[in-house]
């Protein structure tokens, strides 16, 4: 008889009004919804351990949204703690931007730091006289499309619904772990002979010297099964964002959509899955050296590529055709694994969670660093005229960055971090809340004592890109102090601290 415990729930976060999407500088407004969004939850439990697992089509999971979750789940009458629960993002940029705040938040206040915590606001604190800031879309006033706070509260009581629904349906339950392979995430950073780096960096040039880092191809499974040995659920573990439609104006859970309907067209609509995006701060689904062009504009500052060729290659990945292809190979390869056959369920596994608060160093900024970009600053205002868009926040990036950086490392030293670390059987879990390069996830792979691990990155928390020290030496966006709050430095202590974690869970299994 098992003793695991095993729910699942799945919840729409589709908004019934249009939203402003997030993750890109362009103002983009949902023009329809091309696939449905979802929350996935597992929950998990054995004697008196439990842990719940979401997934959510979001682009990332702000602290504040985290709070907002257990804040709902803190007086349940089920008996789940709150603090077990582990809310990730399979990175979508096709999905609802909200009010959401870093776990920085928790440590500074808006008085202690001005007041500025973005990059436009930093920038309207720099506005001449006269000048606005003009949103071309009219996101924060119109009524016809859903608001950041009233978002930020339909989602957190949405997650919220699916961690309880998914705790309350726990029963008798086992899994078989596995592991496939399909060609999806690539490294979306290029390097030049003058030592810089780009991310979407134009390879069609002579001075193009490389690919900055490596990719990782392989699909990390659980098929998790009921009490009566039916297959309930899915669990796969990729290092690719979901990011093949990521400039589009439609709503969107981009190739984890496709991977859904195809997987359930084989083994049967009520299939849960659970989609989990490993360390991949510098992947994406766009090959860099084979570069297809966008069907049409992007609207992306950082993606200039003024002489593409005609490639025979896949198709583009910055679209709907690329969307099918990465979806179809992630599917094809779940179900080459389920029909090659498995191994035998872990029904009675060790079980083990626990929570970490990783105190992390903060990436500062030097005084002639603030220096420089005072004067880049004032220096753009002085032959800027008319007023200001989204489009001068992108060209500002780098120098507005480092002045909100400036302001924050006044009151904070180290970044919070919450980790948590699962042993389940022979598999272990370790999560974060960057877009960490996937050499960190190399690195904590390669020497983790169990068969195999599942790293979950942009959970519980949103705290930007924690690039590698090639990145930060190369620069260009992902590597930006502005980038993240945490660098190369706090990325090597992640790797130990979370190594020593794992391997002290599984010291009796190699």
């Known amino acids: 008889m098992s003793t695991l415990k095993i729910g699942w729930s799945e919840i729409s976060i589709t908004p019934d009004k249009k939203i402003s999407l997030a993750g890109q500088f362009a103002e983009r407004i949902s023009e329809y919804v091309e696939k449905p969004l979802t929350v996935t939850a597992l929950a998990l439990e054995s004697g008196d351990t439990q842990g719940v697992i979401v997934s959510c089509d979001l682009g990332s999971v702000a602290w504040t949204l985290v709070e907002d979750v257990r804040a709902r789940l803190a007086d349940n009458k089920e008996g789940l703690d709150p603090k077990y629960v582990m809310i990730s993002a399979i990175h979508t940029h096709t999905g609802p931007s909200y009010a959401g705040q870093r776990r920085s938040a928790k440590y500074t206040t808006q008085k202690q730091t001005g007041g500025i915590g973005s990059l436009r606001e930093m920038l309207e604190t720099y506005m001449p006289a006269g000048c606005k800031y003009v949103e071309k879309q009219n996101i924060s006033d119109n009524p016809e499309i859903m608001a950041g706070r009233e978002c930020a509260d339909f989602l957190a009581e949405r997650i919220a619904k699916a961690v309880l629904d998914s705790w309350k349906d726990r029963r008798e339950g086992s899994f078989v772990n596995a592991f496939g392979r399909a060609a999806i995430g690539q490294c979306r950073r290029v390097t030049y002979s003058d030592g810089s780096a780009q991310m979407w960096g134009d390879t069609n040039t002579a001075v193009f010297e ?17 009490a ?22 439609f709503v ?77 190979r992630v599917a094809q390869e779940i179900i080459a694994v389920y029909e090659d056959g498995l191994d035998a369920p872990q029904t009675d596994p060790v079980f083990v969670h626990e929570v970490h608060d990783m105190q992390l160093p903060l990436r500062r900024a030097t005084l002639t660093d603030y220096n420089n970009a005072v004067r880049a600053v004032k220096e753009y205002f002085r032959d800027k005229k008319g007023n200001v868009d989204y489009n001068d926040v992108a060209k500002l990036q780098v120098h507005l960055g480092i002045l909100v950086r400036s302001r924050l490392q006044e009151v904070m030293n180290v970044v919070e971090t919450e980790v948590h670390i699962m042993r389940l059987g022979t598999v272990a879990f370790a999560t974060n809340p960057f877009e960490l390069f996937l050499d960190y996830g190399n690195k904590i792979r390669v020497r983790s004592k169990a068969e195999q691990t599942f790293l979950i990155q942009l959970c519980n928390g949103g705290d930007g890109y924690l690039p590698t020290e090639k990145a930060e030496k190369g620069g260009h966006y992902s590597a930006f102090i502005s980038s993240g709050l945490v660098g190369h430095v706090g990325g090597d202590q992640l790797v130990r601290e979370s190594l020593q974690r794992i391997n002290e869970l599984f010291a009796d299994f190699q």
């Open 210 to 226: 490389s690919v900055e880092g490596g990719n990782d191809n392989g699909i990390e499974l659980l098929f998790v099964y009921g």
């Open 228 to 249: 009566e040995k039916e297959l309930r659920g899915i669990v796969a573990n990729i290092a690719c964002p979901a990011q093949c439609v990521q400039h589009r104006l």
């Open 252 to 328: 969107s859970p981009d190739y984890w959509g496709e991977v859904k309907v195809r997987l359930r067209k084989y083994f049967g609509e009520d299939l849960f899955l659970l989609p989990l995006l490993s360390a991949a701060g510098d992947q994406c689904p766009v090959d860099m050296v084979r570069w297809v062009a966008p069907e049409s504009d992007v609207h992306d500052p950082n993606i200039e590529h003024p002489h593409p060729l005609r490639r025979k290659a896949d198709p583009s990945m910055f679209d709907i055709s690329g969307m099918k292809v990465a979806g179809r």
